[in-house]
């Protein structure tokens, strides 16, 4: 993850007392375990908590790696898929797991919105994560309860490099837009409720502030003076700047630095 994060894997480790990190010279840190018993210990914290089919895999891989090396016979547990939207309501609800689903993956804007007569900022939140549609589909119905609100997006043929080259894949994202002129203001208010109970951690925190301000700012209509536009406008540059201050991390070959 990127530097500007280091901090969480510093707690990470501190609450699990085992592993190290690796800070790279160019733009980011990880966490690593080596230890039979401490790789364990993880097992014991992930299996039979896992929300997203595609890291069941890779989880349930790992797994069988670990037998074939230290010759055990340790079996995955693969959480019961959510029947219902009630079901995930519920699990959501009762854990930080969305928070850290939006530290990884979520991202929030503000847009302008020029149009004849009529200024405004659109408000943005999207979440992505490729392979995994029916979840995200279902994760929308909480996040946008009513059909119209939000929508899953589906963007194909999206070129991506790999060590062989390129290849292509499905990137599945939903997001929400509100503007100026919707008379319903309040549009997302579980997952601003949500993020006042369950904090952010990562560098994203900051741009949750300056979008949460923003919301605020133009719910309350203050955003339909034009002082009160120049604020808003300000807080958009504002929000772009923090968003551009966070990278995703890519994979570097700096010689690593352990903690």
């Known amino acids: 993850m990127a530097k500007k994060d ?18 790279f ?10 230890k039979k018993e401490d790789i364990l210990k993880l097992v014991e914290i992930f299996n039979g908590r896992i929300l997203l089919n595609k890291r069941q895999i890779q989880f349930t891989k790992w797994i069988e790696s670990c037998n074939a090396y230290y010759k055990m ?14 079901e995930m309501t519920t699990y959501v609800q009762s854990s ?12 929030f804007m503000l847009a302008p919105l020029v149009k004849v007569n009529y200024h405004s900022i659109a408000h943005r939140f999207s979440l992505k994560q490729s392979e995994e549609r029916n979840f995200l589909e279902m994760l929308s119905k909480i996040l946008y309860p009513e059909a119209s609100e939000g929508k899953t997006y589906v963007y194909t043929k999206t070129q991506v490099m790999e060590v062989k ?23 997302y208010p579980f997952l601003i409720s949500y993020l006042s109970k369950h904090h952010l951690l990562s560098h994203k925190r900051y741009a949750y502030e300056v979008w949460l301000r923003a919301y605020y700012f133009k719910r309350e209509d203050l955003h339909l ?15 772009t700047q923090v968003n551009k201050t966070t990278p995703r991390p890519e994979k570097q070959k700096d010689k690593p630095h352990t903690n």
Not at 25 to 34: G, R
Not at 168 to 186: H, M, P, R, V, Y
Not at 225 to 239: A, H, R, S, V
């Open 6 to 23: 280091k901090c969480i894997l510093e707690y990470i480790r501190f609450k699990l007392q085992f592993g190290h990190i690796y800070t």
């Open 25 to 34: 010279k160019s733009s980011y840190v990880s966490f690593s375990v080596a």
């Open 73 to 86: 016979s340790m079996q995955p547990i693969q959480l019961k898929p959510f029947m219902t939207v009630d």
């Open 96 to 107: 930080s797991w969305l928070t850290g689903f939006i530290d990884a993956e979520g991202c």
């Open 165 to 187: 080259g390129l290849c292509t894949c499905e990137d599945l994202a939903f997001s929400s837009t509100i503007s100026g002129k919707d008379t319903n203001k309040d549009k």
């Open 225 to 239: 003076t034009e002082e009160g536009f120049k604020e808003l406008l300000n807080l958009t540059e504002t929000l």
